[in-house]
């Protein structure tokens, strides 16, 4: 678990700052990123295509946008010039801007968002987010944020203390896996960066977590809508058991998670009593965890085959006995599921602690013995602020000495 920065490092992780944010204009024409078949079909129709040719456009425009991702609608060969010409005149095929992006010594990449504020009006702030890029020898894994900022406050989480919050549409959900692809090279016949890891298949985003900044499951619809584009086998195509969803445990939301995306299901537990649940994660005064448990177990589709993960942070003398151990065996007797431990990951004025490398083994020895696989989340990207929970964007940015501090104690945990 420790993490090693180098001087070098330190360097190849810095910023690339854009428009200073006094100066940032919201877009006036929209973008058609982002946008479902029957969204597309709209902004035809509003241009003047007929309606016998609209499917076969939002067809074209759909292979264009999100199987070959392209940026111009001067390049999309299938269509004919003058709807090109009105095309690019009403809409755009702009992607969030991207204010900084951050490389970590272990190829943990960090990308800063920048969108329109609410209202999208002029003098407006615009609002900004991260996302996350996570690569492995076999897969490349992107953290996507759902909102600015989360309204939850749970208590070990940066993204928590946020004071902006809102919800982000659909369009800027796909928009963050769009932008990943683009800094990635990782649309057909694009080029692959050569200063950072990636996998080594055809694909650098293999899976996508919902797991960044916010709750997705308190944007349900947006988060629904943009998961569904990226699963469509025309375009993006991740499957959806590549899809995983993290809620804290948003009850309501849970049976629809499986029915209207089906994509796989993290709950993130993080105590076994409901007293403990309560403080760490106040939602659970609203919905307990017999009533969340009871959710999982009847999730469509759970299976051995496709499990429930359930995340646990280790809190150091908080949630990390072996007498807690055992009892989060007996609760999750009868779910398929899987354990994730998740070492805590500091942030300035934290109250936490991690758990001891040793109590961490001897935990998940406790889960592994009762028959689970029990992989401890190795934290990715701390030296930039990009592992679980570290996430809180320059809406009420860090100072620089806040982020050295965090860069001194990831350095010698
Ligand atoms: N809001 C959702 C998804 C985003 S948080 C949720 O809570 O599930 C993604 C994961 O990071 C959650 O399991 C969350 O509990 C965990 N997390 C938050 N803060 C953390 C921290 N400081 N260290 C480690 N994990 C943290
Ligand atoms: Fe929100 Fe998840 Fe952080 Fe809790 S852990 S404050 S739900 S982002």
Known sequence: MTSIISDSALAASDIIEKTPLERYVAPEKPSLVGMTRAQLADCLAAVGVAPAQRKMRVQQLWHWIYFRGFTSFDDMSSISKDLRATLSEHY??????????????????????????EGAGHDERPHEVECVYIPDTERGTLCVSSQVGCTLNCTFCH?????????????????QIMVARDRLGDWPGATRPTDGVVPSGDRCITNIVMMGMGEPLYNFESVRDALLIVTDGEGIAISKRRITLSTSGVV??????????????????????????????????????????????????????????????????????????????????????????IPFNPWPGSKYECSDWEQIEQFSQVVFDAGYASPVRTPRGRDILAACGQLKSASEKLSARERMALRAMAMTD
């Not at 993204?159 to 809102?166: A, I, N």
């Not at 919905?287 to 009847?298: F, P, V």
């Open 159 to 175: 993204t928590g203390t946020q004071r902006l919050v809102r919800n982000l549409t659909a369009g800027e959900i796909v928009g």
């Open 92 to 117: 755009t095929l702009a992607r969030p801007e991207v204010v900084a992006e951050q490389v970590s010594v272990d190829g943990t990449r960090k990308w800063l968002l920048r969108l329109p504020g």
């Open 252 to 341: 309501p939301n849970i049976h629809r998670t499986g029915a209207e995306i089906g994509c796989m299901l993290a709950v993130s537990l993080h105590a076994v009593r409901d007293e403990l649940r309560n403080e760490l994660v106040p939602l659970n005064r609203k919905y307990g965890i017999d009533e969340l448990l009871e959710a999982c177990r009847s999730y469509p589709g759970v299976s051995n085959a496709k499990r429930i993960t359930f995340e646990y942070v280790m809190l150091k003398g908080v949630n990390d006995s072996i007498d807690d151990a055992k009892a989060l065996v007996r609760l999750l007797k009868g779910i398929p599921a899987k354990i994730n431990l």
